[in-house]
């Protein structure tokens, strides 16, 4: 097959979602079956090598450095995945290295200084590296044997969890490596450099994968590992690989380079595109951008990120009165608010509720932007009435089932939508309390959860009957016909709202939050009159209609190329390319004979 295929769709896979990847996998499935470079009849047989390595051995042996093994059978070439080319041989890994071992399997002792001891954390990025690395003694490394003591030219590879990385030793710093990490000793004639292209191939994890052993955590062992079948090529068809390889690898880096920027130029486009809708000097300027991004929408909006991006800048719009036009004849929200009031009063003189001290009032500094006239900046304690928490308790660990009482987590109320069947069963021996159990058009927050999660809101639609909330959970009492609901919800969930969360929210892990119904009282909202809340909440549910249609033809788009790219990878890699792959500089892609000679 002629080079032309491969070339002609490489830069449309790479555009592809994923693209990169397939064509790096592409890339290397093509060089372990002998079709990325043409075969040379004058190269040095496979069999020359490997019977080298084997003299090599044998003196390793001799000198004390490794014990003698018994000698793998030949592989049948009828029970090998794929024909190679003449001159090439299967060979198992053991057959092309010195030693296949693995780092010494009792605990080292700890120590300030002396050697690294790296762990799968220092290496699954492919690479050796010592940052944060734990240390050995000194006297404990000298103890190690020559094959626990990596040198250039070795290979280390992931046995346990994160399996399947071949990683080169390609630095003199002495170290050694925990049990979970292999190391395949290099012989004097070993090609690591061809081993890491085999070992990093689909073929060679397919093979790992296939021999793992454990459920929760694989594992992939040696013997496993010692008698993998391998395509050896001759050594100057080798070296060739190593070369096209390398070359096409750098073509991807650079096509990837220029992907991540182009991602990052669309992303300061529609920054700078939505950045006059909520921070305008003016009203000709937002209408200006408005208009800009009306008659771009298609052409702005390309990817989900920046669909993403529009329904926040949406959600912005909202909560600082610009999404839809004002009505002079809406009761002000300066009266909603005194509404509110009087109706907590009548609350606590009946018993309902308790007295709450008066509320500070909100500032510019704390919701930067202009309001309508006939807006007003309050706190979220002004215009709910209650707040309740759920119950704490040990709930069972499994959902409840028809008929018994659950008890919601936190993740039901995280995500935007209310999640009925994220819920624990309640225990037998506790009796329910129905006080807790949540209601249709319940407004609940998450009290705990992670950094970006926690005070999340929902409001709930339908709900099975007998669920109650957790203590993690807070329930707002308001009403209905004072405040719409669904714009508070709103409000909550916006980027005003998340960053006062994330600058009050308090906790002893850097990663899980809470708040407290004193912060939740102390938000700053922009209240809206009541007939204008509606009116948001509906435009924003027609714009959100308007991104899920988005969102939906940019993942049909995206399938389609997913499908196309994996369509010719797999017909490529079948085929074969027939050892012609060549650059050729008129195809733009391959365009700059200084990055691709």
């Known amino acids: 097959m002629s080079p032309e295929p491969f070339l002609t769709q490489f830069g449309h896979l790479a555009d592809a979602p994923n693209g990169i990847a397939k064509l790096r996998e592409l890339i290397l499935q093509l060089a372990v079956k002998g079709e990325l470079v043409p075969q040379d009849p004058n190269d040095e047989p496979a069999s020359v090598l490997l019977e080298r390595i084997r003299a090599e051995k ?50 080292p002792p700890r120590s300030e200084s002396g050697k690294p001891f790296l762990v799968i954390g220092n290496l699954n990025q492919g690479r050796v590296t010592f940052e944060g690395c734990r240390w050995v003694p000194e006297a404990y490394y000298r103890e190690l044997d020559w094959g626990r003591k990596p040198r250039i030219g070795d290979i280390l590879y992931t046995v346990t969890g994160s399996y399947g990385i071949p990683i080169p030793v390609d630095c003199d710093t002495e170290f050694c490596v925990q049990r979970h990490v292999a190391i395949f000793k290099a012989a004097q004639s070993t090609p690591s450099a061809y081993l890491m292209i085999l070992l990093g191939s689909r073929y060679a994890f397919d093979y790992a994968t296939a021999v793992a052993t454990g459920i929760a955590q694989k594992t992939v062992p040696l013997k496993g590992l010692r008698t993998m079948p391998l395509p050896i090529a001759p050594i100057g068809e080798q070296s060739r690989i190593v070369a096209k390889v390398d070359q096409l690898m750098a073509l991807c880096d650079d096509l990837e380079a220029k992907q991540n920027q182009r991602t990052e130029t669309h992303g300061h486009l529609i920054r700078a595109a939505h950045q006059p809708l909520t921070q305008p000097h003016d009203h000709a300027e937002f209408q200006a951008a408005w208009k800009r991004i009306r008659d771009n929408f298609d052409r702005l909006h390309t990817t989900t990120d920046s669909v993403k991006a529009l329904r926040q800048t949406i959600l912005q719009l909202a909560v600082q009165g610009r999404l839809v036009p004002q009505d002079p004849n809406d009761e002000p929200a300066s009266v909603l608010l005194e509404k509110i009031r009087a109706e907590k009063e009548r609350l606590v ?20 932007f202009d309001l309508p006239e006939s807006w007003q900046r309050t706190r979220f304690g002004a215009v709910y009435l209650d707040s309740a928490a759920g119950w704490s308790l040990r709930a069972e660990n499994r959902p409840a089932s028809d008929g018994e009482w659950g008890v919601l987590k936190v993740s039901a109320v995280s995500w935007g939508e209310f999640r009925s069947f994220e819920n624990k069963a309640l225990p037998t021996s506790l009796a329910p309390r129905p006080q807790y159990e949540v ?41 209905s016909s004072l405040v719409d609901i669904r714009y508070l919800n709103l409000f909550n969930n916006s980027s005003f709202a998340r960053a006062y969360y994330a600058k009050e929210a308090g906790g002893t892990s ?9 912060q939740i009282a102390l938000l700053p909202v922009a209240l809206p009159p009541r007939p204008e809340q509606s009116r948001i909440v509906a435009r924003v549910e027609q714009l959100t209609v308007l991104c899920d249609e988005l969102e939906t033809k940019i993942e049909a788009n995206q399938g389609t190329a997913q499908h196309f790219a994996e369509t010719v990878v797999a017909e490529l890699a079948a085929q074969g390319v027939g050892g012609m792959v060549a650059v050729d500089h008129s195809h733009p892609s391959l365009a700059d004979p200084a990055r691709h000679p």
């Open 58 to 107: 044998e003196r390793l042996v001799s000198e004390r450095m490794i014990k003698k093994t018994k000698s793998l059978p030949p592989i049948d070439p009828d029970e090998t995945p794929f024909v190679v080319p003449n001159g090439w041989m299967w060979a198992h890994l053991t057959d092309v290295l010195g030693l296949v071992t693995d780092g010494d399997h009792q605990p």
């Open 510 to 518: 850097s990663s899980m939050k809470n708040v407290s119904r004193k």
């Open 439 to 479: 209601m249709q058009g319940d407004f609940l927050l998450s009290r705990a959860n992670t950094a970006d999660l926690v005070a999340r809101s929902v409001v709930v639609g339908t709900t099975p009957s007998r669920l109650m909330m957790s203590d993690k959970i807070i329930r707002l009492h308001l009403d």
């Open 349 to 368: 003189a009946e018993g309902k509720i308790k007295k709450e001290k008066p509320l500070s009032p909100v500032g510019l500094v704390e919701l930067p």
